[in-house]
């Protein structure tokens, strides 16, 4: 079975650029989220879609950041436009839908996204 | 809110020999769950260990282990017979029952050294 996919593994871009992350979750994993490590500081919450739908965004730094998860399979992070503190590790994970309790998390390679 | 500490930013163990580390979280609910993730350099991250915060025993798989003290809000990780593969970063992360966010620790940079 493959695991969590994340595309492109690296990006280097100018500030003012946009930048679309692309996550392939666990198929059958109804819940997909997005965390970020920015440099220095620790794994961060960005994100949470249950199939196609948000059920938390409380984790978005800002109104630069849109996530999307249309047909509820893949999912994409646009940062537009990107800024020097946008630059760091952005994680995605998956898991499957729940009726009893908390399912683990299994997480992607990340993409090292570098703003300059 | 929750928030997880590991106070070890790096450590060190000698191939074959036992190590132990640190995390410390805090929060106000009773039900929850703490895990353990390792990412070995330049590969992604992985679980390691699970915990359900109403499970007395403490999880084991393999040569990882648990100490998990609710009390103190511990959750320390003790690798058995440390293999160079076992190099990498750990993360504590906790979930609480209803939510859907782990909350991370800063992470430990642990090297087996041969």
């Not at chain 1, 003012?16 to 920015?38: A, M």
């Not at chain 2, 990498?88 to 029952?97: H, I, S």
């Given at each position: 079975?493959?695991?969590?996919?994340?595309?492109p593994?690296?990006s280097?871009i100018?500030?003012?650029?946009?930048?679309t992350?692309r996550?392939?979750?666990?198929?059958?994993h109804?819940?997909?989220?997005?965390?970020?490590?920015v440099?220095?500081?620790?794994?961060?919450f960005?994100?949470?879609?249950?199939k196609?739908?948000?059920q938390d965004?409380?984790?978005?730094?800002?109104?630069?950041f849109?996530a999307e998860r249309?047909?509820?399979?893949?999912s994409?992070?646009?940062?537009?436009?990107?800024?020097?503190?946008?630059?760091?590790?952005y994680?995605?994970?998956?898991?499957?839908d729940h009726?009893?309790?908390?399912?683990?998390?299994?997480?992607?390679?990340g993409?090292?996204?570098?703003?300059? | 809110a929750?928030?997880?500490?590991q106070?070890?930013p790096?450590?060190?163990?000698?191939?074959?020999?036992?190590v132990t580390?640190s995390?410390?979280?805090?929060?106000s609910?009773?039900?929850?769950y703490?895990?353990?993730?390792?990412q070995?350099?330049s590969?992604?991250m992985?679980?390691?260990?699970?915990?359900e915060?109403?499970?007395q025993?403490?999880?084991?798989?393999?040569?990882?282990?648990v100490?998990?003290?609710?009390?103190?809000?511990?959750?320390?990780?003790k690798?058995?017979?440390?293999?160079?593969?076992?190099?990498?970063?750990?993360?504590?992360?906790?979930?609480?029952?209803?939510?859907?966010?782990?909350t991370?620790?800063?992470?430990?940079?642990?090297?087996?050294?041969?």
């Amino acid at each position: 079975e493959a695991g969590v996919t994340q595309f492109p593994s690296h990006s280097v871009i100018e500030k003012g650029q946009t930048v679309t992350l692309r996550c392939d979750p666990i198929s059958g994993h109804d819940n997909l989220y997005w965390y970020r490590r920015v440099m220095g500081k620790e794994i961060k919450f960005l994100l949470h879609f249950v199939k196609e739908s948000k059920q938390d965004e409380s984790g978005m730094p800002n109104n630069r950041f849109l996530a999307e998860r249309t047909g509820g399979t893949y999912s994409t992070l646009k940062v537009q436009p990107a800024e020097l503190e946008d630059s760091g590790v952005y994680f995605c994970a998956s898991s499957q839908d729940h009726a009893i309790q908390q399912e683990t998390q299994y997480f992607g390679p990340g993409t090292r996204l570098l703003v300059l | 809110a929750q928030t997880v500490t590991q106070s070890q930013p790096e450590m060190s163990v000698q191939e074959a020999e036992t190590v132990t580390l640190s995390c410390t979280y805090d929060t106000s609910e009773n039900n929850y769950y703490l895990f353990w993730y390792k990412q070995p350099p330049s590969r992604q991250m992985i679980l390691v260990i699970r915990q359900e915060a109403y499970k007395q025993q403490n999880a084991t798989e393999n040569r990882f282990s648990v100490n998990f003290q609710k009390a103190a809000k511990s959750f320390s990780l003790k690798i058995s017979d440390s293999q160079l593969g076992d190099t990498a970063m750990y993360f504590c992360a906790f979930l609480n029952n209803a939510g859907n966010m782990l909350t991370f620790g800063g992470g430990t940079r642990l090297m087996v050294k041969p």
